[in-house]
């Protein structure tokens, strides 16, 4: 059951990873991606690694994701044919919208009714899944601290990078706004 | 999971080759940029398989998946800087193709 689910995983993911590359739309480009994030941490979570997979979700699925589809629409990249195209797309989005959650309240409805059965089937996994934490844990903040602690700085990096990245035009703009008022002003 | 260790490199192998053909032929920097993290994706999936080939029945090796981790937190900060580079070259020259920026190649 588990490598049939790691073989479909892994079709999927590469599926997806296709669609990421030949499809036209930068919007398409992403949900693939989304996709192909989304096997990964199920072949992440196959493989006994439940908290890269809880990572991969959160990061990748969350912020990353997040960041680049703020990124398309916000330079307005996605589909420049969306007019005439608009209403055939509509059609499929109530199904498809429909399917989606159909198939998430299935999915917890599952997990609710089958919760005893798979209790009692991994109740000594379980107990293993916790020590891989744990262990996983006692790396982080022993062994690997230092690279942890650089870590944190490349983000702290990152953040103030970012944040002068997207203002220094703002900055140079007003220079030049006070640039033209005292031009007026001289005139 | 019984799946051999070889069918994990086999995929990643895939993935990466994916994320490189995209890296190489697409125009778009956006897209550009999420091939990079297909091929950051393949390399996880290395770290994770080199875990599992290392770990036995009773004291799993975890150093792979934290290698993975420090790798998603990297990604990270790759794409927040990426993106906003293309949005400061979006401001700039009003494109994110890369077919238009050869002013180097001249």
Redesign the interface.
């Known amino acids: 059951m ?2 049939l689910l ?2 479909l995983m ?1 079709v999927g ?2 599926v997806a ?2 669609g ?2 030949v499809s036209r739309s ?1 919007i398409a ?2 949900l693939s ?1 989304l996709a ?2 989304f096997c ?1 941490a199920t ?2 979570l ?4 439940e ?2 997979a809880a ?2 979700i959160l ?2 699925g969350g ?2 994701m997040v ?2 589809l703020f ?2 629409m ?2 307005n ?1 996605g589909a420049p044919e969306s007019a005439p195209d608009a209403a055939p797309r509509r059609r499929w989005a109530m199904p498809a919208a429909l399917a989606t959650s159909a198939a998430l309240g299935l999915s917890i409805f599952v997990g609710v009714l089958g919760q005893d059965g798979v209790q009692a089937a991994d109740a000594g996994a379980g107990l ?1 899944e916790v ?2 934490l744990a ?2 844990a006692e ?2 903040f022993g062994r ?1 601290l230092l ?1 942890f602690e650089a ?1 944190s700085v ?2 702290l990096a ?2 103030v ?2 944040i002068v ?2 203002k ?2 703002r900055a140079a703009a007003a220079g030049r706004l006070h640039q033209g008022e005292s031009e007026r002003e001289a005139a | 999971m019984t799946v051999p260790n070889e069918h994990l490199l086999i995929l990643a192998g895939i993935l990466f080759s994916i994320g490189v053909g995209g890296f190489f032929l697409r125009r778009n920097l956006i897209v550009v940029l999420m091939s990079i993290e297909l091929m950051l994706n393949a390399a996880n999936l290395t770290f994770i398989a080199g875990s599992r080939a290392h770990s036995s029945s009773g004291e799993p090796n975890l150093e792979g998946g934290l290698f993975a981790i420090f790798v998603i937190l990297v990604a990270a900060v790759e794409a927040a800087v990426g993106l906003a580079l293309v949005i400061a070259l979006y401001r700039r020259k009003q494109t994110v193709s890369v077919a238009d920026l050869d002013e180097l190649g001249d």
Request: aromatic share 14%; net charge neutral.
């Open positions: 588990a490598n790691f073989y892994a993911a590469v990873s296709l990421v590359v930068p480009s992403i991606l192909s994030f990964l072949i992440y196959l493989a006994g690694m908290f890269v990572a991969q990061v990748y912020a990353v960041l680049f990124v398309v916000l330079l990249l293993q020590d891989t262990g996983l790396l982080l690997y690279p870590g490349l983000l990152a953040a990078a970012v990245l997207a220094r035009q």
